[in-house]
């Protein structure tokens, strides 16, 4: 009978950080004593000796006293330099902050990034498009950020990777990463309708209206209806993504039962319906409330601050570079993260006007 071998929980635990290792879990840095005690849920002692048989395996390299360990790759596996086409939604996403950061920060990584000269809104998030512009960029793997559902399941059929930042991506295999609104929706809702608001118009993007509501646009037309409103069309419209049809949609709605207050997912089309309001003598928020769902740059010079959602962006650039190193290692990486969302509400929002 061959000897029975009882591990130690020390070494237990170095044989399941060990594993994560080789499969390339960590690219440079190892997690921490205490957040890798939190996370296995064994005292501080027994990770810090698993720590150190690590380091006698030459996986892990030490850098002193309460500082966090080097990793070294296995001998034999190397990770493979990436090109990454970034496909933004329209071209002014290219001053947020995590797309600015992200060039570097997969440089650092060992991977370059691909120049691209169209967006999804000049492609006009058309999949046949997008299809032929991926082709004749030469790329390794793609972020595509906003993408319509027909685009993302375009991309996840193909052989190159792809992240989806944002965009209709539920149900597909695909890695992904994007504020879950559900929650700030709702609420935002149960809010205005407390404030005594009925007709409420959520103005959005035709990719988050079709073939279906996505799912910040179904919880907002779910808790219209628990909240004993019906919901319809008037709610949710249908318009052309257009400046004149922007106008033509505001000016049919205010011909008959002009609204008491709208959300609105882009910044464009709020600044705009701001400005409808003003030259038609509605005031903001005593006769109008407007809620936005992102607190974007473009509202800092705003004198009254806009009601709106907030989601923590500062992990967007990690995730993706994890993401990027799994695909650089072999490994498939398709886990989609919603970050949790809550609703602001500012002085953009009151009471609804007496009818």
Known sequence: MPKFNILSAASQVAAHLRQDLIRGRWSKWMTGVDQLALNLGVNRYTVEAALLELEREGLLIGQGPRRRRLVVRPDGMSDRQLRVGILLYEKKDDQRKYIIKLPDALTNAGHTVV???????????????????????????????????????????????????????????????????????????????????????????????????????????????????????????????????????????????????????????????????????FRVPQQVSIVSTENHTQFSWCGTPFAHYEWDESRVVSRIIRWAVAVSRGRRDIKQTLVPTKFIASNSIGPAPPQ
């Open 115 to 281: 120049a691209t000269t169209k967006t999804l809104i000049e492609l006009k998030m058309d999949a046949t498009r997008v299809s032929r512009f991926v082709k004749q960029t030469a790329a390794d793997a793609w972020l595509v950020m906003g993408g319509s559902h027909e685009v993302l399941k375009w991309f996840s059929t193909q052989s190159v990777p792809v992240f989806a930042l944002f965009g209709r991506r539920e149900g597909l295999p695909i890695a992904a990463y994007g504020p879950d609104y559900r929650v700030a929706q709702m609420a935002a809702t149960r809010h205005l309708v407390k404030l005594g608001h009925r007709r409420i118009v959520m103005l959005s993007r035709r990719e988050r209206r079709q073939p279906k509501p996505g799912l910040p646009e179904s919880a907002f037309l779910n808790e219209l209806q628990n909240l004993g409103i019906k919901a319809g069309d008037y709610n949710l419209p249908e318009w052309e993504e257009t400046r004149l049809g922007l106008q033509q949609l505001l000016n049919s709605l205010f011909r008959v039962t002009p609204p008491t207050a709208f959300i609105i997912d882009e910044p464009d089309v709020l600044i705009a319906t701001y400005q409808f309001l003003a030259e038609k003598g």
